[in-house]
């Protein structure tokens, strides 16, 4: 079993190696022993031009499969590689869901992929894209199964064999009326536990959440965690079923979210390919650069200020370092831990204050304790009393600043509807660079000059 | 049923009201309407004094299920105020997973509640507590519905029928020989769809995935989500049957994995209490930011090597921190990347220099383009071309390490078993101020004094 479940590093390697010795037979094979997540962490992994010659080599079965599970950037480029009467051809296994996320990767190609569907699954597919992705509805299934409500476990159950095979992670029926809204569900768990004779009603549960189909995905996502939910029924605003939604994809959203955090904090996408092509890469990455740089010659701007001050005084343009990259940690560390405060639902307008106290507390306690220990070593070091003095001061100042900074920037970003993870870091140190340059050679300026 | 699952926030700043008004049976009539997991994220974002009150005001019967929804810290600090024999009454209807996890915070006073329990209890609890809370192990229920090989489906479902209910996530059967190793499983949605006169071997599962009690959580997850799982049998290296593992544990680990991802570049704990007292806090906070002023002495010792130059030039102190910030920024879009990739499992031998070229010719692309934007914006302010092309060539040069460190760190501190996400940032840091002060300052030093 080992072999099948976790992935195996050295299959990995061995198709890197057969693709470099041209032996394509040799790949062929590993890569029909893979699970299709594990065919599609290889091409991720891989530069552009291999990617081609990997995906030719997959078996057609599992080709959709493996488009499903690639990240989407790394799908949209591959897929701009592949013509679409492939794509028709490889998708026509995947769930509906899996399709409209691919098809929205393409819309160029969408209409053509559209109109190649039989009536049915077009009908079933225009429903899903005419929901947002980041909502229930655009990320839900289609294969929910249903039952009316007046009806009795019996047949319930000859139902049930007569299907004979439920949908994966099916663990609950929905049933509707004769309008198709949702009534409430059954859970297979109740159905087999129970004695066929009794009601349907008996086992009927009513209080099962159902979703509404505009809800974010981050809420459906809270709403699994607080009530352990294997699936759920997504309904409209007449409580008309409309699908379902399932705890693999709440995993991918979760996933997705956390992703999303990490890489914003670099000004980056969590879609991003890390095997692109180097041009597409530079691109992405330069526009975070130039936002930077604005902020980075705006401290310069502030140091200019004091050029004559500097240059009376050269140990200050040493350890002005020292006071911005301290300010700029300390701020951090409150950004992120406010951000997060966000982001679980924790703040309200009745402990914001109180955190906010906090960290000003915070802020002076360490600002004290690191004004003294950075003052005791500039003395050391320069053996000037002045420059220890002021230097400590403008660690205090920046350090209360920063915590002042850190708690207050994401709430605002927030209120803004901009992303805190993304934009709130550049804020900080823009913050911290200029308070701690003003502060460091404004003092010195004022009382050694 | 919106205001049952869907957070109300109102309910939240209500409750806070009420205790500030000591209206304290108003407050417990809010509290018993709310879920287990809401009650947790109030008391989470109270301040230490108001979680006594609030605690007091729980209905016992889900006191101990609100312990289990308290991050780490919170729960260590609010169970400091709590008598053992509380705790012993209010956990009693916990899962033993739960527990388990609630013990390990009370290290002290382990053996008192241990010593409590009954011996059935107890001696799952020791089962559980013998691995770490990072293996499967250490995460998983002892509620597993067994069966034995030789039966019929028939009896199956009879059986079931006597159990009456299912533990939670059930979605299948463990099926276990004489000696209690784990043979196979047969899923409920195949028993119900199946003929009770067939026999159990034609639906029984022999190719589901058991995880050795030592994989790590992280592994678990990666399995789950690959294969979609909704619970998985754990077992010992005699594939003795230990216990499962369900997807709403899955879902735990996923989300600690990104919150600690998150945190850590701040150098911070994933399970810190936001809000926990102020001398805790600052304490914690106080190693990182003493970690980071080393390296930012480092950073001024560099400059101090170059002071002379600075005391002909002041230009070059109001620009130098334009050269360390351009090479934080680059070299941290690349660190990111990287760490992401190393925790995707997509690096292996053979793609790693790849990468490694690709984000070099990145990093020569981006320091080329800002280079020359950087060297014509300072000829503007200062007019003076030897500064312009000095602060050009080092942008270059630092962007190019940039990009090499922040691709080689975070492999060599991964091969070194420390967390990238944790020392990454300061590491990077560290160089890219270093070979931008370096860089700039030491051409000025040879071409324009």
Do not use: C
């Not at 039989?118 to 229930?136: I, M, N, Q």
């Not at 409309?242 to 991918?252: A, N």
């Not at 604005?294 to 240059?311: C, N, P, R, S, Y």
């Not at 951000?339 to 906090?358: E, M, P, V, Y």
């Amino acid at each position: 079993m080992e072999s099948n479940t976790f992935t195996n590093e050295l299959t990995f390697h061995d198709i890197f190696g057969d693709l470099q010795n041209e032996d394509f037979s040799a790949a062929r094979n590993k890569l029909d022993a893979l699970h299709p997540t594990d065919i599609a962490l290889i091409i991720g992994s891989s530069p552009t031009k291999q990617r081609e010659k990997i995906w030719g080599l997959i078996d057609p079965e599992v080709q959709g499969e493996v488009l499903s599970y690639l990240n989407e950037e790394t799908r949209k480029n591959l897929l701009d590689t592949i013509e679409t009467h492939e794509i028709v051809a490889v998708t026509e296994s995947l769930p509906t869901d899996d399709l409209a996320d691919l098809i929205q990767d393409l819309p160029q190609r969408a209409e053509e992929i559209i109109l190649s569907l039989d009536t049915d699954r077009r009908k079933r597919l225009e429903s899903v894209l005419s929901y947002p992705e980041d909502v229930a509805g655009g990320v839900m299934d289609l294969d929910a199964v249903t039952i009316r409500e007046d009806v009795s476990i019996d047949v319930v159950l000859r139902y049930m064999r007569k299907l004979g095979n439920l949908p994966h992670t099916t663990d609950q029926i929905f049933v509707l009326d004769r309008d198709g809204n949702y009534q409430g569900s059954i859970f297979i768990n109740d159905l087999i536990v129970t004695d066929p004779d009794q009601s349907v009603s008996s086992i009927l549960k009513i209080d099962t959440p159902s979703i509404p189909a505009d809800t974010a995905v981050a809420e459906v996502a809270t709403l699994f965690e607080k009530l352990d939910l294997v699936s759920a029924p997504v309904v409209d605003y007449n409580q008309k079923l409309l699908g379902r939604i399932t705890v693999d994809d709440v995993i991918d959203i979760i996933r997705e979210e956390g992703a999303h955090s990490f890489m914003s904090m670099a000004g980056l996408d969590e879609e991003t390919d890390t095997f692109a092509p180097v041009i597409k890469s530079t691109q992405r990455r330069s526009v975070w650069l130039g936002i930077n740089l604005i902020t980075a010659f705006l401290a310069a701007w502030v140091i200019g200020l004091f050029d004559a001050t500097i240059e009376q005084m050269v140990a200050l343009a040493v350890l002005m370092p020292v006071v911005a990259s301290m300010g700029g940690i300390a701020g951090s560390q409150t950004l992120t831990i406010v951000i997060r405060s966000i982001a679980l639902g924790q703040l309200g307008k009745n402990n914001t204050r109180w955190l906010f106290n906090k960290e000003l507390l915070i802020g002076l306690l360490n600002g004290g304790i690191w004004a003294v220990i950075i003052a005791l070593i500039s003395y050391l070091w320069f053996e000037q009393v002045g420059l220890a003095v002021v230097i400590g001061f403008a660690i205090l100042i920046n350090l209360i600043f920063a915590a002042m900074s850190g708690a207050v920037i994401p709430l605002v970003l927030h209120k803004m509807n901009i992303d805190p993870a993304l934009a709130g870091g550049v804020v900080l140190t823009t913050v911290t660079d200029v308070i701690g340059f003003m502060a460091f050679l404004g003092l010195a300026t004022l009382y050694l000059i």
